[in-house]
């Protein structure tokens, strides 16, 4: 027997492996069984290679646990060790990386254990005990055994093992007790070693034979050993494909599409990603991606490892170049998981334009469950941009697909402003838009339907995309005015015209929503009415409720403008309607705003070029003055204005025309408004 210690630098590796070295304790059942498989792969390499001429025999691993001891064994019928060996792999674990590492561990408590081959001494967070008993594959050699209690200590001795093979024997500490239940272990594996390549046994397989329950001494093997991505694309099907993911998601819809990754250069990649269906609320589905090395489970959480827009996909990764056991924040940092995470995306992008390319009526009508995870690509995602303008589609209202390229030859003849700007038209919503959508047809327009949830920010992309072209919401403004082509007719009404039949308009209105009146010569065909919704504004206050600290715009109240049409023989008639009935009233008043005018103007001429300080008290008093009596006098005409426009029932019905074209008339107010066009029907 001899003992000794192992080579490290410091006395104490073990109490750092136990507290720093992973947060999962529970993967030192995976590192144990992924060295069982690598041996068992370099037996069977040897094998290949003629350098081993034995039996291979049954390569099963075979996971057992006995409570009673409070051991878990893990043997393989792998390479085995030579008692060098041992002092090699195992003593020896300080060689470069260990004394690197412990450099680093103060600060990096995540610690990076696998990336030095450490792994074997993960075992230690739940042991008190390691033994190993081994035998090498070389034909002269002698088995040995080594232990180790977790002192830097360690015991190697002759032991008994009759074939080829390691078994690791894990002495479970007191405080890892729940790791001594096969519930707890089948849940690891199947964590941890469902798709490793050699099978791997743990417990026997049970059968349900005359209602009972029996034992049919079979091997349970836990996993399947040659798993879809590895397999070549060409010897799959479809259903395969749909199986393989029912298995990884069981209770999922059917995938929309999925892409076979297989990359040998410039570093080896498989695995397969699927676009999931999913309408809404994407965020309870991210870090649905595996990832593996080499068929060992690394992690699903896969944020910051891969590009946000891609944690939406399901599905399974595998490269030997993604490092094992570390940490998350070593991974993000990592510039072989970037590189892949930038080829990936390449991938994807790739996939799509095929499937554009080559079907693109199914790309159609994939799209609008496709959109989200496109879109989400395009505006997270240079790159991906880039890629993804060629095949990222724009739908309009009637349903019909175009690329951003289709799309700007259909529209650039007829839908390009005095400026040379293209309007691009969109609806948020068909029924409720209905009335403006029908508008911008009728003037030959085309309108898109912008409905999805990152629709507003696609708008932003695009615009700051592509050349001179800008979207403007069909309820944004009157038809006329959506794309601007020549300089507009002026309006033939005085200011003061202007601004009584402001008030007079006002005086209808609701008066819980803002309007802004305006004035619009539309022509005698179009409507008196129209209500619009200005698109910086809604836009402003769409971000505001999108982000959590809803601004100064976020408290904005809805500002709506009713546009008021003079050509409109209907608003003439209220025009003539008002002169006729308030001319006396409002001559009243006007005689008396006169006189105060010219006094206010008279005050302001003469002041105009003093300083403030050089202007006397009692100048600044009469100014004072006299604004006020002329505010008090506006005031009257108004409230005249309003109080006409308010019982005059020709404007409230227009503007209710106005509100029911846009959705918007509702309860009290349409009972109203239908109890008042019945009236206005009287029969002859
Ligand atoms: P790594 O697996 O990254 O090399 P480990 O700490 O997990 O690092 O293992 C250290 C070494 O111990 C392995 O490289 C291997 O040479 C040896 N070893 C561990 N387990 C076994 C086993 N079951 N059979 C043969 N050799 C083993
Ligand atoms: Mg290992």
């Not at 999925?258 to 990359?263: E, K, P, Q, R, W």
């Not at 402003?417 to 209905?434: C, F, G, M, R």
Request: aromatic letters at 10%.
């Amino acid at each position: 027997m001899q003992t000794g210690k192992i080579g490290v630098t410091t006395e104490n590796i073990f109490p750092i492996i136990k507290k720093f070295l992973y947060s999962d304790h529970e993967i030192f059942l995976r590192e144990i069984i992924s060295n069982a498989v690598d041996a068992t792969q370099k037996v069977k390499t040897l094998a290949s290679l003629g350098e081993f001429k034995g039996e291979l025999g049954d390569l099963t691993i075979r996971v057992s646990v006995d409570k009673k001891k409070k051991t878990i064994t893990v043997s393989d019928s792998g390479v085995g060790m030579t008692a060098d060996e041992i002092e090699k792999y195992i003593n020896q674990i300080a060689f470069s990386g260990a004394e690197e590492f412990l450099g680093k561990y103060k600060e990096q408590s995540n610690g990076i254990i696998g990336h030095f081959g450490l792994g074997f001494y993960s075992a230690f967070m739940v042991s008190d005990n390691v033994e190993i008993i081994t035998r090498s594959w070389r034909d002269d050699a002698k088995a040995v055994k080594w232990s180790c209690d977790g002192t830097p200590e360690y015991k190697i001795e002759d032991a008994q093992r009759d074939s080829r093979g390691t078994d690791i024997i894990l002495h479970i500490s007191d405080d890892s007790k729940e790791f001594l239940e096969d519930t707890k272990v089948d849940e690891l594996l199947k964590k941890y070693c469902r798709f490793l390549p050699i099978s791997i046994a743990f417990g026997t397989e049970k059968e349900w034979k005359d209602g009972k329950e029996i034992d049919t001494g079979k091997d349970k093997i836990i996993n399947d050993t040659n798993p879809l991505w590895t397999r070549k694309p060409a010897d799959l099907k479809e259903e395969d494909y749909l199986t393989f993911y029912h298995d990884l998601y069981p209770a999922s819809e059917d995938p929309l599409f999925y892409i076979h990754l297989n990359v040998d250069y410039p570093f080896n990649l498989t695995g397969i990603l699927y676009f999931p269906r999913i309408k809404t609320n994407f965020d309870i589905q991210k870090n649905k991606i595996q990832l593996y090395c080499n068929q060992v489970f690394v992690t699903d959480s896969v944020e910051g490892i891969v590009p946000e827009f891609l944690t939406l996909l399901h599905g399974v990764i595998d490269s030997p170049d993604i490092p094992l056991n570390v940490s998350r924040s070593y991974l993000q940092s990592d510039s072989n998981v970037k590189k892949i995470s930038a080829h990936i995306t390449k991938k994807v992008a790739d996939r799509l334009q095929d499937i554009f390319k080559t079907d693109r009526e199914q790309f159609e009508k994939k799209w609008d469950d496709l959109k989200l995870f496109i879109n989400f690509g395009m505006i997270t995602d240079e790159k991906f941009y880039e890629r993804a303008e060629k095949f990222a589609l724009l739908k309009n209202v009637d349903g019909k697909y175009f690329t951003f390229e289709e799309y700007e030859k259909l529209v650039k003849d007829n839908q390009t402003d005095k400026n040379k700007t293209l309007i691009y038209l969109y609806a948020s919503d068909k029924v409720e838009q209905h009335s403006y959508i029908e508008a911008a047809k009728n003037r030959g327009y085309d309108v898109l339907i912008m409905d999805g949830q990152l629709d507003p920010h696609v708008i932003n992309a695009l615009e700051s995309k592509l050349k001179d072209t800008r979207f403007a919401r069909v309820d944004s403004d009157v038809v006329d005015k959506l794309i601007v082509k020549e300089d507009r007719k002026e309006v033939d009404l005085s200011n003061e015209q202007q601004s009584d039949l402001r008030s007079v308009f006002e005086g209808a209105l609701p008066s819980e929503d803002h309007y802004w009146v305006s004035f619009e010569d539309l022509g005698e065909n179009a409507n008196p009415v129209v209500i619009t919704r200005s698109e910086f504004m809604r836009r402003m206050k769409d971000m505001a409720a999108m982000s959590p600290t809803a601004g100064f715009y976020g408290n904005m109240p809805d500002s709506n403008n009713l546009v008021v049409n003079v050509a409109h023989p209907l608003v003439k008639t209220i025009l003539k309607a008002k002169n006729d009935t308030l001319s006396g009233k409002l001559n009243e008043v006007n005689e008396k705003i006169k006189p105060v005018k010219a006094k206010l103007d008279e005050l302001e001429k003469a002041l105009k070029d003093k300083k403030e300080e050089e202007i006397p008290q009692t100048d600044k008093d009469a100014k004072d003055e006299n604004q006020k009596q002329l505010e008090g006098l506006e005031g009257e005409k108004s409230t005249i204005l309003k109080g006409f426009g308010k019982d005059y029932k020709l404007v409230k019905q227009l503007i209710d025309l106005a509100l029911l074209a846009n959705n918007m008339l509702k309860g009290e107010d349409l009972s109203k408004f239908v109890k008042r066009s019945l009236e206005l029907i009287k029969p002859e």
